[in-house]
């Protein structure tokens, strides 16, 4: 998917495309890099989805060889590694491997580099799309959105070197805190009942004051009900 680029990058591709007759490419407008993910996942044709930037590469040649060997083992549809840092960004340092094994606990505090990510394209027949309203975190809200239905396979494997100081990085980034626990009440709905959220007692009660604002009062009473369940929990 290539937004207009005025470098060089059509000419490489046409060279490979020559070579790899499956290479398919669209060059066009479009509405920021979620935008051009979601058209990707409509025309693809593979069984497996994985997304890399323009500025990202392959960690060795030797990766996604390794990675087909153990995908053809789990049951999983969502099978995850690791990226190599190449230059500071506001969420990790240069050289450092970002960043193991995730739980729920710490999907919720940072995301899983969508570098480091494949994910079974049957997924996406749910409806599944990337949410463009979001600038730069619309695969962080994904991932949690895809925690909530579908189990994840960690492989501690470094997938690729993840490139910091790219222009996405300079986007401002309108995925608030509010926004991210708006989508975790509806993505796991009763489940945020459970012991597992009661430490984020004070996030449901800023969701409330939010609804409350906005006079979302169903979602304002269905949130009281958390914090009165949590409240007794503590």
Same mark, same amino acid.
Request: aromatic share 18%; net charge positive.
């Given at each position: ?12 591709? $046409? ?5 790899? $007759? ?27 989805i994985?997304?890399? &930037? ?12 390794? %990675?087909?060997?153990? %995908? ?22 240069? &050289? ?30 749910? /409806? ?27 492989l501690?494997?470094i997938?690729?070197?993840?490139? &910091?100081?790219?222009?996405?990085? $300079?986007?401002?980034n ?14 796991? $709905? ?5 012991? /597992? ?37 503590n």
């Open positions: 998917m290539d937004g207009l680029s005025t470098d060089n990058t059509l000419d490489i591709v $046409k060279d490979y495309s020559a070579d790899f $007759k499956y290479i398919k490419t669209i060059s066009e407008r479009d509405n920021g890099i979620y935008d051009a993910m979601n058209k990707g996942i409509k025309i693809s044709r593979g069984q497996w994985y997304f890399l &930037g323009s500025d990202d590469r392959f960690y060795n040649e030797n990766v996604l060889a390794n %990675i087909l060997d153990k %995908i053809k083992i789990t049951p999983d549809k969502i099978v995850y590694g690791n990226v190599l840092i190449d230059g500071d960004v506001g969420w990790a340092k240069n &050289g450092e491997i970002y960043d193991g094994e995730f739980t729920l606990s710490k999907l919720i505090e940072k995301n899983i580099c969508h570098q480091a990510m494949f994910y079974k394209k049957s997924v996406f027949k749910r /409806g599944y799309a990337y949410n463009t309203k979001f600038t730069i975190c619309a695969d962080w809200d994904m991932n949690l959105k895809l925690w909530s239905a579908y189990p994840f396979t960690y501690d494997k997938v690729a070197v993840f490139k &910091g100081g790219n222009s996405s990085h $300079k986007i401002a309108n995925y608030t805190e509010i926004d991210k626990w708006d989508s975790i009440a509806r993505y796991f $709905k009763f489940r945020i009942y459970s012991n /597992g959220f009661s430490k984020y007692y004070q996030n449901f009660l800023a969701l409330n004051l939010y609804y409350r604002e906005r006079h979302k009062y169903l979602k304002s009473f269905l949130m009281k009900i958390v914090l009165c369940v949590h409240s007794n929990k």
